[in-house]
């Protein structure tokens, strides 16, 4: 089945330095991915949405200029967390969907186990 | 972004049924219906979806009212493995993006 990887798993970064997250679909090509962070127990919410090949799309209040998204191929999506701070900490976490349209399953999100970002 | 509802918690029995409500009386007429649920410290994983007929897999069945205000994730028997968060969501058939709720959290008892 569909198995999408995040690297690194965990992180921590001292204040105003850059970290870059990886989301790779491992067995499939994702001409979209998606971003979400998570605080603890509260629930995902999406950052932005990220297509092979052309700019990302942000959600309202995500700050695209500190949340980089990089999609330059099929299989991998990056995110940078630029110049980030103790408030930046949390649980981010990719999806893929596999394929385009919405009907079938080609809608389906993949989610990748999340990376944690800790910052000091 | 369509809203959905759900209580933020529930208890099972282990090996018993578990009916998990979500409310989304807001939901449009090409709205998808979407479950998953996410243990802690990892990704959301897939349980289920559905439009307008109720569905069964391998994983859960889902149940969705007449007027699809409302649906009812089915566990038929709960195991410990089952305890997690469990998301419903709303999917238009546009952009596909997930707007995730507050999700219930389901507590497994042995």
């Known amino acids: 089945g569909a198995v999408v990887s995040q690297h690194p798993s965990r992180v921590i970064c001292k204040s105003g330095t850059s970290v870059k997250i990886e989301c790779r679909s491992l067995d499939f090509q994702a001409t979209t991915m998606f971003w979400y962070r998570q605080f603890p127990k509260k629930s995902l919410m999406l950052m932005a949405t990220s297509n092979e090949g052309s700019k990302a799309t942000y959600e309202q209040g995500v700050e695209k200029d500190k949340f980089l998204i990089n999609h330059a191929s099929l299989t991998l999506s990056t995110l940078t967390v630029t110049s980030a701070h103790p408030e930046d900490s949390s649980f981010y976490i990719c999806?893929?969907?596999?394929?385009?349209?919405?009907?079938?399953?080609?809608?389906?999100?993949?989610f990748g186990p999340g990376t944690r970002l800790t910052v000091t | 972004d369509a809203k959905t509802t759900q209580p933020n918690s529930m208890e099972s029995n282990e090996e018993e049924p578990v009916h998990l409500p979500c409310n989304h009386s807001t939901i449009s007429g090409t709205d998808y219906i979407h479950w998953y649920r996410q243990l802690p410290s990892q990704g959301p994983e897939y349980v289920i979806h559905g439009l307008t007929s109720n569905v069964n897999n391998r994983m859960a069945s889902l149940a969705i009212a007449e007027d699809r205000k409302s649906s009812t994730l089915i566990l038929h028997r709960a195991t410990l493995r089952d305890a997690a968060v469990y998301y419903c969501i709303l999917r238009t058939n546009t952009g596909n993006q997930f707007y995730f709720g507050t999700g219930t959290s389901l507590t497994v008892i042995p």
């Open positions: 999806s893929a969907q596999r394929g385009t349209g919405t009907s079938g399953r080609a809608y389906e999100q993949y």
